[in-house]
Each structure stands twice: as structure tokens, then as C-alpha cells.
């Protein structure tokens, strides 16, 4: 398996322009889940998925972010309108069942983050 | 709600043993420890996790006391290539509830020569 993809790498948008950030999780993987790296307040989760679902967006900081998983292989964290204190690296991440059943804080697979400037 | 607390930085040089400890005074009964690595430009990466005791593995040992309201990762024989960020994770398997997927700041660990 390539591991999490995630795209783009690259982001730099202006002030109130919409972004769209893509995540394909690893085949077979149940769980997904979004994340922001900043300098200031660290790795910080936004939102998490089980089976396509979302369970837990009490991390979305705003009505501007928003998170889709149409289906098990594709997942989008939107910010519409973007502003500059969203400049961040967003990480996507998946994992799968633990052999007790649903685990949350089973292994971690993390893609390779977009970098999001916006100016 | 069990809450980590872990040094921002420490340094070390090559060759030497690290030890990192996270406080977790308030981990309940059912919270699992997990600890992961972050390289510069990458994502974080799973390195271990357990309950009590001790748990080794190929890249590190996490000795856990008995009253488990700390942990410490212990990186055998540093290198320059284990200069990341660690962070330490407590929460229960089986929630719906994020809390403790807030991986922080966590350790910057620099190993020089």
C-alpha cells in the first residue's frame, strides 16, 4: 500500500478564497482523521471519521472548516472563506480496528501533511 | 479527562540514552499510554504504546510505574537521526470522543554530535 495520500503538498491561496484539502487513506483502514500543525498551538485533531461517519468535529474551529467522507477511500477538509490564520500544515491520517473491536488509539498512520499558506 | 504534561525540549548527544517522561497524574483506569515520533516536514509516527509495566520494541522501551500516573520512553544509544518530537497520548481504547487525539507541542528532542 503507498500509505496516506494526501493532496496538494502545496497550498498558497488568498484572503477569502476556498480551499480543498484531499486525503486517501490506507485500504481497509476504518477510522480517519484530520489534523492542523501549527507553531502556536501544536498538532491539534479537527475531526475524526469511523466507517465514513463523522464521530467527533468538536476540533473544527469555525462554520469555515468542513469534512466530507463520501466513501471509504477519499475524505476533504474545506475552509470557505480562508484566512490567514489558517496557514498551517493539515495532516490526514488513518487507522484500523484494534483485534478487541473499535479502538480509537490503535496505530496512527499519518499522510504527508499539505502545507496551507493563505495571504 | 487525563491530561499530559511532557518537557518542551531536551538535548542529548550521540550515543547516550534518552529518557522522556509525560505526567498523566489523572489516567483512568482503562487509558492506554501511546508515544509517537515526528520527523522535520513529516507526519507524526506510531513508536509504542502500553497499559502497564513495561513494552519494548526495536526502537524503544516505555517503563510505566505502578500507580501509572507517568510514563517514560526510553531511546536506547541516540543518533542524530532520532532528533524529532515525541509526544505522549493517554486515552481509553473503546471512545467516541477525541479528547485525547491533541497531540500538543509534545518534546523536541536534539541530539547532537
Known amino acids: 500500500d503507498a500509505g496516506v495520500i494526501q493532496s496538494p503538498r502545496h497550498e498558497v491561496t488568498e484572503m477569502g478564497q476556498e480551499v480543498t484539502l484531499r486525503c486517501k487513506p490506507i485500504?481497509?483502514?476504518?477510522?480517519l482523521f484530520w489534523y492542523r500543525q501549527t507553531m502556536m498551538r501544536g498538532l491539534e485533531l479537527l475531526i475524526y471519521?469511523?466507517?465514513?461517519?463523522?464521530?467527533?468535529d468538536s476540533g473544527m474551529p469555525e462554520d469555515r472548516f468542513s469534512a466530507k467522507m463520501p466513501n471509504a477511500s477519499f475524505s476533504t477538509l474545506k475552509i470557505q472563506p480562508s484566512e490567514p490564520r489558517d496557514s498551517a500544515v493539515y495532516f490526514c491520517?488513518?487507522?484500523?480496528?484494534?483485534?478487541?473491536?473499535?479502538?480509537?488509539?490503535?496505530?496512527?498512520?499519518f499522510g504527508p501533511g499539505t502545507r496551507l499558506t493563505v495571504l | 479527562l487525563a491530561k499530559t504534561t511532557q518537557p518542551i525540549s531536551m538535548d542529548s548527544y550521540e550515543g547516550q540514552e534518552v529518557n522522556i517522561t509525560c505526567s498523566h497524574n489523572?489516567?483512568?483506569?482503562?487509558?492506554?499510554i501511546t508515544w509517537y515520533q515526528q520527523f522535520p516536514s513529516q507526519g507524526p509516527r506510531f513508536i509504542i504504546q502500553?497499559?502497564?509495566t513495561k513494552v519494548t520494541n526495536e526502537v524503544a522501551s516505555l517503563f510505566i510505574p505502578a500507580d501509572r500516573k507517568s510514563s517514560t520512553l526510553s531511546l536506547p544509544r541516540v543518533s542524530l537521526s532520532d532528533t524529532a518530537v515525541y509526544y505522549c497520548?493517554?486515552?481509553?481504547?473503546?471512545?467516541?470522543?477525541?479528547?485525547?487525539?491533541?497531540f500538543g507541542k509534545g518534546t523536541s528532542l536534539l541530539v547532537t554530535p
Open positions: 491520517a488513518s487507522s484500523q480496528p484494534g483485534l478487541a473491536g473499535a479502538s480509537l488509539y490503535n496505530e496512527q498512520f
Open positions: 485500504s481497509g483502514h476504518d477510522y
Open positions: 471519521f469511523n466507517n465514513n461517519v463523522p464521530i467527533d
Open positions: 489523572n489516567i483512568a483506569t482503562n487509558d492506554y
Open positions: 502500553g497499559y502497564k
Open positions: 497520548l493517554v486515552g481509553p481504547p473503546n471512545s467516541n470522543s477525541g479528547y485525547a487525539l491533541n
